[in-house]
């Protein structure tokens, strides 16, 4: 039962610093079967960009609209442009069966919790708010204010944890990763997920492949 | 966060001839955290039985008046004895952070997700009918009428699945494993069962060991 016939969208946040996009790579390399699903953006093209592979790109105007109708799982504004995930789109991902993973900061995952029904909230917490500090300062030459704030930041973020389904702690990423193999696996394995396949063995043959 | 504070209770359960038995003996074998809940019985104690090592022996008046005050978080007869799991011992190991699995027909599953909350019911679901079907036959040379029945139970039990939160088709023993350990693995990442683990992370270290 690896592969569940109604599609998984995972969502990964994480406060920053805690590894999650790290992570995120190595589910993607892993299995195949996760698919992203294409933003929406105001801002403009670049150079090989093409509309509809990159991004949707939208007016601004035509971006406001669709936030109004609540055609977005999420959305965000980013630099004075506007980032969004169509919920069409995601709908559409997994009602074929393709899974998907959110990599989005803990206020994304907050929208999400409302928009997607039966998605899978995981949060990677770093092993300590110490080691957080460091790997926050060790980015670079930033001044003491800016580690200082980001580190703040971090802290308002660790306190939404209780909101995810499922924690990982960040302290060896190997085993980190294996864990977040783990809750992907386990959640393709849910009953609630595989309502046909009870019926399909009751029936005859399961192909569970 | 391979492990959690508070223990798990897995309980594995299948119709006859789906292949749990072997999948629990792995499970235990890979995860010693893993803890045996001595059940109380009113049979008669075999040669080298110790009272409270391998049975709590009871007398039947004792076992009837536990059953009576809820002492139990299953109990079944089986060929005229009495067998239960005690519902302190369960809760008591459970408290001290290990873990128990119970590997139990679907019956005993009904009960106990009547008594222990918290559980987690995973159900073994063979390839298909056909399959458990030759499954049944092959074990010997029993009369048709006896396997009919079998099967006929087998499909009482399947019956049962969707009661379950997991389903784990054991077609190919070696992924039905790694299945089971990542439903074990994501469980004991759940936020729901670290209540401690994000209190100590703002405060201070994480050990996640």
Redesign the interface.
């Known amino acids: ?2 592969e569940s016939a109604q599609g998984l969208a995972l969502v990964i946040s994480a406060p920053s610093g805690a590894g999650k996009s790290t992570l995120v790579r190595r589910l993607l390399q892993a299995y195949p079967r996760f698919t992203f699903s294409v933003s929406c953006t105001t801002r403009a093209p670049r150079q090989g960009e093409r509309d509809g592979r990159e991004y949707h790109f939208l007016s601004r105007q035509r971006f406001e609209e669709l936030i109004r109708q609540g055609s977005f799982a999420e959305w965000a504004e980013v630099h004075g442009n506007l980032y969004g995930t169509p919920l069409e789109s995601v709908e559409a991902i997994l009602g074929r069966g393709g899974h998907i993973v959110f990599d989005i900061d803990v206020q994304g995952a907050r929208q999400l919790r409302s928009t997607l029904s039966g998605g899978v909230f995981v ?1 990677i ?7 957080l500090e460091n790997r926050l300062a060790g980015r670079g030459s930033d001044a003491d204010s800016i580690i200082a704030r980001r580190l703040e930041d971090a ?1 308002k973020e ?2 939404e ?2 909101a ?6 960040n ?1 060896d990423l190997d ?1 980190a990763f ?2 977040l ?3 992907y ?3 393709t ?3 609630k997920r ?1 309502p046909e ?2 019926e399909r ?2 029936r ?3 192909d ?1 492949s």
């Open positions: 039962m690896s949060f917490l770093p092993p300590s708010v110490q080691e802290r660790l306190e944890a209780p995810f389904d499922y924690w990982i702690v302290d085993r294996q864990e193999c783990c809750v696996r386990a959640e394995c849910r009953s595989n396949l009870h063995l009751l005859g043959a399961v569970s």
